[in-house]
């Protein structure tokens, strides 16, 4: 059931998928927004592949990255990124539907940690993201 705060959100991050032009490159479709959570996915396409002919890591972590970047801005509070971390658990393949799911660990005035997992069509992870975020002052959208 959603709240208020997370219908909210939602709109939030509407927003700012509307100027997010490497959001949209990648393909990536929002699944689920709640107030310190989101969960969204893309399609691994063969314009990925890197100079060795294998998904560039970059594509994980990016989509990772989007997902940390709607979880910790969606209460209209503009957060970056202090800190990020990723780990490669498997590999990405082209063709791969990648599903990427960010929770809240901690949400302070000043600061969020959050976990994203990526997980592939297989419900197989492969690749484990912690992002740390600096909170502004500043809103996202005028309420």
Same mark, same amino acid.
């Given at each position: 059931?959603?709240?208020?705060?997370?219908?909210?959100? /939602? &709109?939030?991050?509407? %927003?700012?998928?509307?100027?997010?032009?490497?959001?949209?490159?990648?393909?990536?479709?929002?699944?689920?927004?709640?107030? /310190?959570?989101?969960?969204?996915?893309?399609?691994?396409?063969?314009?990925?592949?890197? /100079?060795?002919?294998?998904?560039? /890591?970059?594509?994980?972590? @990016?989509? #990772?990255?989007?997902?940390?970047?709607?979880?910790?801005?969606?209460?209209?509070?503009?957060?970056? #990124?202090?800190?990020?971390?990723? $780990?490669?658990? &498997?590999?990405? %393949?082209?063709?791969?539907?990648?599903?990427?799911?960010?929770?809240?660990? %901690? $949400?302070? &005035?000043?600061?969020?940690?959050? %976990?994203?997992?990526?997980?592939?069509?297989?419900?197989?992870?492969?690749?484990?993201? &912690?992002?740390?975020?600096?909170?502004?002052?500043?809103?996202?959208? @005028?309420?």
């Amino acid at each position: 059931m959603n709240t208020d705060k997370d219908l909210f959100a /939602g &709109k939030v991050v509407a %927003h700012i998928m509307q100027q997010d032009l490497f959001s949209q490159w990648l393909g990536i479709e929002v699944l689920e927004i709640k107030e /310190g959570y989101s969960k969204i996915k893309m399609t691994v396409r063969t314009e990925m592949i890197n /100079g060795l002919g294998i998904v560039h /890591g970059g594509i994980a972590f @990016s989509l #990772a990255d989007s997902c940390f970047a709607f979880a910790c801005n969606n209460r209209n509070v503009l957060s970056v #990124a202090l800190d990020t971390a990723i $780990n490669f658990i &498997k590999p990405v %393949h082209v063709g791969d539907t990648l599903i990427a799911e960010a929770k809240e660990i %901690h $949400n302070g &005035k000043s600061t969020g940690l959050y %976990h994203i997992t990526v997980s592939n069509q297989k419900d197989h992870t492969v690749a484990l993201f &912690k992002g740390t975020c600096f909170r502004t002052t500043k809103p996202l959208i @005028s309420i």
